[in-house]
């Protein structure tokens, strides 16, 4: 009601301009939101993408479910498939391979075994014996650390069939234990330490000591 005929002529009142500029700002702010979110959507699609890993790029193969299986002839992964295969391009030395892997060269670091450096005795004899263990193909079993401290690649690596390498290489004498971690460390000091007691190939031969 208008007693007074103040807003004759069409004009509106006061309170119903000042509710239709609110709701235009309220539905100038509802678009504005939507378009931050979006933007916000957009950034964040554009965040993932670029700076979390791939699945490809995640060193981790799909199960890494396996256990060890000790026989009369080595240490045997309990389930060859849960590991990922690998092409071997050199033998480098007694505990490290230059591989393919994701379609580029790189060095693999074994994660169970050191072997002498170059100049130590035994370092050829080591070499050898893993270039005839590791042949043309590995599998790879990676573990808590995934790459050294120089970049390397960093996993347990098996034959063909299954043959778990790095203890092998502990057990025939060519290399001592890596004990520091890594879910096979305790196992492989043992095959160290029963080589060394029985005075078990190049390093172990001659004083058990060395």
């Given at each position: 009601m208008d007693p007074l005929g103040l807003?004759?002529?069409g004009k509106k009142p006061p309170e119903r301009r000042q509710k239709r500029r609110s709701l235009r700002v309220f539905r100038r702010d509802?678009?504005?939101?939507?378009?931050f979110y979006g933007v916000a959507l957009a950034l964040a699609a554009v965040l993932y993408f670029y700076h979390v890993p791939s699945r490809k790029s995640d060193l981790s193969p799909a199960s890494q479910d396996y256990w060890l299986v000790g026989t009369s002839s080595g240490t045997f992964c309990s389930d060859p498939a849960a590991l990922v295969r690998a092409s071997v391009r050199e033998t480098v030395d007694?505990?490290?391979?230059?591989?393919m892997w994701e379609g580029r060269p790189r060095f693999l670091r074994y994660y169970g075994?050191?072997?002498p450096e170059r100049d130590e005795p035994c370092y050829r004899e080591a070499t050898e014996r893993n270039?005839?263990?590791a042949g043309n193909t590995v599998l790879l079993g990676f573990d808590g650390r995934r790459e050294d401290s120089h970049g390397r690649l960093l996993a347990y690596v098996f034959t063909e069939d299954g043959l778990f390498i790095d203890a092998q290489l502990v057990a025939e004498g060519w290399g001592r234990a890596w004990r520091r971690d890594g879910r096979f460390h305790e196992y492989v000091?043992?095959?160290e330490e029963n080589a060394r007691a029985a005075g078990?190939?190049?390093?172990?031969e001659r004083t058990g000591k060395r």
């Open positions: 807003f004759k002529g509802r678009r504005l939101d939507r378009w007694g505990d490290t391979l230059r591989v075994v050191d072997t270039r005839q263990l000091a043992r095959l078990t190939g190049c390093l172990w």
